[in-house]
């Protein structure tokens, strides 16, 4: 089985910083890109940061030069160091993966439970 584990969500005041973390862990062959998701109370789910094994990132326009996504390979972990936060910015934040698992030799989604992320004063 794989697993997903975020952590690092919280409350904080608009301007401040968090950095999320999510570790990828079981049956693992390979992971082809992560990222992050983010849903806020009545709205959809919407893409925040995506990066692929090779390093390339790509982000949703509302957090570009705000938020940085990065990744360590050889941990299956992605971050996502979050500046400048809006109360906009609050929402559930969930961690994606595309992995290969032992379980089969094609790639699938996975995801993460969520962490809560609250920008407010």
């Known amino acids: 089985q794989v697993q997903l584990v975020e952590s690092g969500g919280g409350l904080v005041q608009p301007g401040g910083s968090l950095r999320l973390s999510c570790a990828a862990s079981g049956s693992i062959v390979s992971i082809n890109i992560m990222g992050w998701y983010r849903q806020a109370p009545g709205k959809q789910r919407e893409l925040v940061a995506t990066?692929?094994?090779?390093?390339?990132?790509n982000y949703v326009d509302s957090v570009k030069g705000r938020f940085s996504i990065s990744g360590d390979n050889a941990k299956n972990t992605v971050y996502l160091q979050m500046n400048s936060l809006k109360p906009e910015d609050t929402a559930v934040y969930y961690c994606?993966?595309?992995?290969?698992?032992?379980?089969?030799?094609?790639?699938?989604?996975?995801w993460g439970r969520g962490t809560q992320v609250t920008v407010s004063s």
């Open positions: 990066i692929t094994s090779g390093g390339s990132t």
């Open positions: 994606n993966a595309y992995i290969r698992a032992t379980t089969g030799p094609n790639y699938r989604t996975y």
